[in-house]
């Protein structure tokens, strides 16, 4: 019997063993290479492991085959699994405690059955959290300091006092008059999903930090210039002009070089995209420095650089409490509001992710208006339950 007849003969209850086996790292090397040659077979067949190792969407298939109306088709999971003795012993609500059991019910689910959404919007059942000013502060000694509107600190660090407000900003104040050269030690503020925050330096440039951001800073500037380094995420930056003293965005392999100006740095993804608001930047990759003029932008993708005129509010109303998609493609809107609202997406049908979207929206309301606006193109529909987002047509 060759390999491929070998895998093709594999009854169900085998192949959930050989995928339990091969997500726990415990498939024997003799049949793990048969399990490699089935999962090449197929793209169906790579993909179904891969979307059984996003537990999240497991969790939620399990709870909508428990909640609706379908219940011949849960009647159809259980007996499926009526071979397992473990299952004698649980309740349905337990089944996304168990490991092997939760893989047995993610096999049948997404492998052997097409679930289907009825209802256009479905409220979530336990209220999702909108995005906020929370943040936390990791400072180069280690200490972890919480910022958010019930915090309220001051610290001294290195000559210097850090101070919050309940509008959530962190105020960065010198004691010393004078800028004694010293070894510069950079702090460092992560804003998590759902979160955003305003930070002010002490020569009285402000930062503005979206979601899923990293900013890491020095308390205070000795030296020719002033440096910050965004690590991950999305910053618009006001800068406070010096002449002498050059402002420095460090990001990865490139540089954004002002002396007063304010300008925005999406750093999301894989893109690099950088949109000047007033005054000019220099933007300098390892192969080449650029200049920008007010509403320019450039963005270095896939190693190519592009450079283009456009409407800034388009890239910086997110600080302002807006949401602003021009044509905008559905995937982008959606990992936007992901970021913000702390959902997971899952498309039924990749040609969703096509669909493009043009309106403002406000950044601080729930998202079921958001999707309701969303959703009036009538081209899309939302299932929303809990954290899980389902989209389809």
């Given at each position: ?109 997404l492998y052997f059955t097409d ?91 402000k930062i503005w930090l979206n ?122 809107v959606l990992s936007t509001l ?56």
């Open positions: 019997m060759d390999m491929n007849t070998q895998m093709t003969c594999t009854t169900i209850e085998e192949r959930i063993q050989q995928i339990k086996r091969y997500l726990e790292g415990t498939l024997p090397a003799k049949d793990l290479e048969i399990f490699q040659r089935w999962m090449e077979e197929s793209p169906a067949n790579r993909k179904l492991v891969e979307r059984i190792e996003n537990e999240e969407l497991i969790a939620f298939k399990i709870r909508y085959y428990e909640n609706s109306h379908k219940t011949e088709d849960w009647q159809k999971v259980k007996r499926h699994l009526q071979g397992s003795k473990r299952m004698r012993f649980v309740t349905r609500y337990a089944i996304a405690a168990t490991i092997g059991l939760l893989i047995s019910v993610a096999v049948y689910l679930v289907t959404l009825e209802a256009p919007l479905v409220a979530q059942q336990q209220p999702i959290m909108k995005g906020g000013s929370k943040a936390y502060l990791e400072l180069a000694t280690g200490e972890y300091i919480t910022l958010d509107s019930n915090s309220h600190i001051p610290t001294r660090v290195d000559g210097a006092i850090l101070k919050t407000d309940p509008k959530g900003m962190l105020v960065v104040e010198k004691e010393m008059q004078e800028d004694v050269e010293q070894e510069i030690k950079y702090h460092r503020i992560v804003v998590p999903q759902t979160g955003e925050y305003h930070v002010m330096l002490s020569d009285s440039s979601s899923l951001s990293v900013l890491e800073f020095p308390v205070r500037f000795t030296g020719k210039e002033r440096r910050v380094r965004l690590v991950a995420g999305e910053a618009y930056f006001e800068v406070t002009k010096n002449t002498r003293h050059p402002f420095i965005v460090e990001v990865e392999n490139k540089e954004v070089r002002v002396l007063g100006t304010s300008f925005n740095i999406n750093r999301y993804e894989q893109a690099f995209i950088a949109t000047l608001v007033t005054g000019k930047v220099e933007v300098s990759t390892r192969e080449k420095t650029y200049t920008l003029s007010p509403c320019m932008q450039l963005k270095e993708e896939n190693g190519k650089v592009s450079l283009q005129k456009v409407d800034t509010r388009e890239f910086t109303a997110w600080k302002d409490g807006w949401f602003v998609f021009k044509n905008q493609r559905l995937e982008e992901a970021r913000w609202y702390g959902i997971e997406v899952f498309y039924q049908k990749e040609k969703l992710k096509d669909l493009h979207f043009t309106g403002n929206i406000q950044r601080h309301i729930d998202i079921s208006e958001v999707l309701q606006f969303l959703q009036k193109t009538g081209s899309v529909r939302f299932n929303l339950n809990q954290q899980m987002l389902i989209v389809s047509q």
